[in-house]
């Protein structure tokens, strides 16, 4: 059986840096438009803390 190539990461309050979501990807699919465009990944979701929608922002798991 292959072994898996995802990496995990979790997702980041952009309003009160609150940690509220982990999630995985596969960094072979992510593809650039742009030299410019970064390969992190950002949603927008429901942040506990905030209690409201804010864009939350992938970063290393610490």
Same mark, same amino acid.
């Given at each position: 059986?292959?072994?898996?190539?995802?990496? @995990?990461? &979790?997702?980041e *309050?952009?309003? *009160?840096? =609150?940690?509220n979501?982990? #999630? #995985?990807?596969?960094?072979d699919? /992510?593809?650039? $438009?742009? $030299?410019s &465009? =970064?390969?992190?990944?950002? @949603?927008?979701?429901? *942040? !506990?803390? *905030?209690?409201? /929608?804010?864009?939350? !922002?992938?970063?290393? /798991?610490?």
């Open positions: 059986m292959a072994k898996s190539k995802r990496v @995990f990461f &979790q997702l *309050c952009s309003a *009160c840096k =609150s940690r979501y982990t #999630s #995985s990807k596969n960094p699919n /992510i593809t650039l $438009k742009t $030299k &465009q =970064s390969t992190k990944l950002s @949603f927008k979701k429901y *942040c !506990k803390r *905030c209690r409201k /929608i804010t864009e939350h !922002k992938e970063v290393k /798991i610490s």
